[in-house]
């Protein structure tokens, strides 16, 4: 149930514009070998934080191996890249980190344990019921005639729910939450996760749901201080990006082998988003992509497995206005794919 809000307006400024949009079509980049991984990880600097991430990283895992509990690793929202050290300004997208948030209370609530890698302040599960801004938690309060701040009578069983299956998460300690706000912190985190997830093998489950950036700016070419607007002799400001390696086929070959490891597959255009899922598993070669289009992502999506080729998942009209979420219906298939993935690996 969503209260009115008064303060906020319903106005929608992410809206598409396709009567401007030009024809950019790029061959696709080729997969990450080992010499790529070396130069990227020996030309830049790991995040001063890595190590103790590490650590809680480490106990989290060994904590609920021993309970021969399976741990995901959920990646969620969007990278950004830096075009100043100091940095004022950075090229972002526009994941807000729904997809990733949802589906952490999903496989949390089927037994889990849950690694939830995200841009920092984008979505967290639980809280996303109640921080976007199209349902401020200030909308569910107010005060009694005792000046006791309290929940709306209308809203209490629905935030009931969410309070214990939160509560119920961080009191057995099933959830870790990491953060990351660059492309390049969220490269060497993700190696470092993958790396302590690699310890439990088949028990271990990447759901790749972040939005990383394709470019990225060096930091030997990153200027130390802000841009300044006489930049360049003509007035404008030339951005040479470059491609940001495709680190998913050092993570299927080198950093976790025996995991299961889901991507995702972001397009726009719905003629090449099959095709595009495909490619990605055929260069890949790892268990599943989920093929997503930016205006139906909430709708529909597409599973590409290497066994059963592609399938979709829908929901219907009447449960999309009822406010079911696609990823209640996503994550059991996950987890049923991921059963039989522990089963196979494990007789091998
Ligand atoms: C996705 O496709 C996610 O489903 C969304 C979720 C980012 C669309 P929101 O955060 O959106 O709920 O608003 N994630 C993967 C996007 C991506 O960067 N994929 C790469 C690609 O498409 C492959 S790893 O090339």
């Not at 890698?117 to 921080?131: A, D, I, N």
């Not at 401020?136 to 005060?143: A, H, I, R, V």
């Not at 394709?214 to 491609?243: C, W, Y």
Request: net charge negative.
């Amino acid at each position: 149930m969503t209260p009115p809000s008064p303060t906020i307006s319903r106005v929608r400024t992410s809206v598409f514009e396709p009567a401007t949009a030009i024809d950019r079509t790029f061959p696709e980049f080729p997969a990450a070998q080992p010499i790529d991984e070396n130069n990227y990880f020996k030309k830049h600097k790991p995040p001063p934080y890595l190590s103790e991430i590490s650590k809680d990283v480490a106990n989290f895992i060994a904590s609920h191996n021993k309970l021969n509990r399976k741990v995901v690793l959920v990646t969620s929202g969007g990278t950004t890249v830096p075009l100043e050290n100091n940095t004022v300004r950075f090229i972002d997208n526009f994941s807000a980190g729904t997809r990733g948030a949802t589906s952490a209370e999903y496989f949390l609530e089927n037994g889990y344990a849950v690694i939830f890698l995200h841009r920092e302040f984008s979505l967290l599960p639980y809280s996303r019921h109640y921080s976007h801004t199209t349902n401020c938690f200030l909308d569910y309060m107010n005060e009694d005639e005792n000046g006791q701040v309290v929940i709306n009578a209308e809203y209490q069983n629905e935030m009931r729910v969410v309070l214990r299956k939160y509560q119920n998460a961080r009191d057995k300690g099933l959830l870790l939450v990491v953060p990351f706000t660059t492309v390049h912190q969220y490269l060497f985190t993700l190696k470092l996760i993958s790396q302590e997830l690699s310890v439990i093998g088949p028990n271990g489950l990447f759901y790749l749901a972040a939005a990383v950036s394709d470019f990225f700016l060096p930091h030997s070419r990153m200027p130390e201080h802000k841009i300044q607007s006489q930049n360049d002799n003509d007035g404008k400001l030339r951005v040479s990006l470059e491609a940001v390696p495709k680190f998913l086929s050092r993570l299927v070959d080198s950093w976790a082998p025996l995991a299961m490891i889901i991507s995702f597959k972001l397009e726009t255009d719905s003629n090449i988003l099959l095709s595009k899922a495909r490619g990605a598993l055929e260069r890949y070669n790892h268990q599943l992509v989920i093929g997503n289009l930016l205006q139906t992502r909430k709708k529909e999506v597409v599973f590409v497995t290497p066994e059963e080729g592609e399938h979709w998942i829908r929901l219907t009209d009447e449960q999309h206005a009822s406010g079911t979420e696609i990823e209640s219906l996503i994550i059991p298939e996950i987890m049923s794919l991921h059963e039989k993935w522990c089963e196979k690996t494990s007789t091998l």
